[in-house]
């Protein structure tokens, strides 16, 4: 999607953002010096798609062509972005671990504990330091938007777009949670939207948006690439819910299943309640937490009920109205094919 040269860029600009954070925080006290490496470490191990998809949009506009310091500064945003929601996700979430070591909230909670403190004090000052490391990554993702050597109305057009992704993403966390705390399972219209809201926007609607924005693109060509950006995101939330019921570890990044033994409210699951096999269904999820045998029998009664099929012709048709918009004549040929790109790399990854 990008050149190896460029991706090297990109690297260099997030270590960059993520070293002032840590020679700020170094100013401030012993603890706060120990979050700032904290945070630093969070950002590591991802994959950084999304400031990927900032340059790779920019570069497919023939504007793009061209060198800008800007695009490396919003590209770098974005990842900061995804950064904080990942951190403060796991405070929702009450997980300590993330790609199999500590995360920010379980490195404070060791910290705590090296300092004497008992285990609700621990916990505290975990939460309370992931809480306070996401509100600095998110500080400093709008910092680097805000201090973008461009233009002031492209500088507007980009805080809007970040203003959007956060407000969206935050409804769709908050509707997740809700989801998943009543006792009955909401209807798949509003499981899909959250679906949609928490990660679409932020991971690719707005991003894509973003670059071509920066390369001067066209309000149109905006307006089209997000319709297809938004398509993009929740075919890859939805392939991301088949992999948590159906992928195999290495698809999955941890015990294959996990989303079944969690009893999360997925879009799968909201269409096998719409089926008449839904009481199946829901009997081996409620075993599914017990071990592997029980996510087997899940699995059996998910594909007896149609619900497997009826994802996957959502993602197709959802693909199929991405690669058909990527024809649409406001955008460069260069745009469509980054289009169709991604449809064909999320479609690769259905299990």
């Given amino acids: 999607m990008i050149e190896v040269a460029e991706a090297a860029e990109l690297d260099i600009a997030i270590d960059g ?22 945070i630093a470490r969070a950002a590591r191990g991802g994959k950084r798609f999304r400031p990927a998809l900032v340059a790779a949009s920019f570069r497919s506009f023939p504007a793009g ?22 951190v403060h996700d796991d405070v929702i979430d009450h997980d300590v671990v993330r790609r199999g070591v500590p995360n920010v909230a379980g490195e404070f909670r ?53 203003d959007d992704a956060m407000f969206v993403s935050a409804a769709g966390e908050l509707a997740d949670v809700e989801h998943s705390v009543v006792p009955d399972c909401a209807p798949a219209e509003q499981i899909f939207d959250a679906a949609f809201n928490k990660t679409a926007v932020y991971s690719f609607q707005a991003p894509l948006q973003a670059g071509a924005v920066l390369a001067g ?7 089209v690439l997000g319709h297809a950006g938004g398509r993009l995101g929740l075919a890859f939330q ?18 294959s299943g996990g989303d079944l033994r969690e009893g999360k409210r997925t879009p799968l699951v909201a ?18 937490r017990t071990g592997p045998v029980a996510v087997q029998d899940a699995r059996r009664a998910l594909d007896a009920s149609g619900a497997r099929e009826q994802l996957r012709a959502v993602i197709d048709q959802t693909l199929a109205d991405v690669r058909d918009t990527s024809l649409d004549p406001v955008l460069p040929t260069a745009t469509g094919h980054l289009l169709r790109t991604l449809a064909d790399g999320i479609e690769g990854r259905i299990p």
Avoid at 66 to 84: I, K, Y
Avoid at 120 to 144: F, P, T, V
Avoid at 238 to 255: H, M, N, S, Y
């Fill in 17 to 38: 953002a993520l070293m002032r954070i840590r020679d700020r925080a170094a100013g401030v006290g012993r603890g706060f010096e120990a979050l700032g490496d904290a």
């Fill in 65 to 86: 062509e061209r060198d800008t310091p800007a695009v490396l500064s919003v590209a770098t945003a974005f990842e900061l972005l995804h950064t904080a929601f990942v």
């Fill in 110 to 162: 060791l910290r705590g504990r090296r300092s004497g403190a008992d285990e609700q004090g621990a916990a505290q000052l975990g939460d309370a330091a992931a809480i306070l490391a996401g509100d600095l990554l998110l500080h400093e993702a709008i910092r680097l938007v805000a201090r973008a050597d461009v233009e002031p109305p492209v500088r507007e057009r980009l805080l809007a777009l970040v």
């Fill in 217 to 223: 693109a066209s309000a149109d060509a905006v307006r």
């Fill in 238 to 255: 939805l392939v991301d819910d088949l992999i948590g019921a159906f992928g195999t570890p290495e698809q999955a990044g941890r015990e």
């Fill in 271 to 288: 269409l096998a309640r719409e089926s008449a096999l839904w009481s199946d269904v829901d009997a081996t999820l409620v075993l599914a």
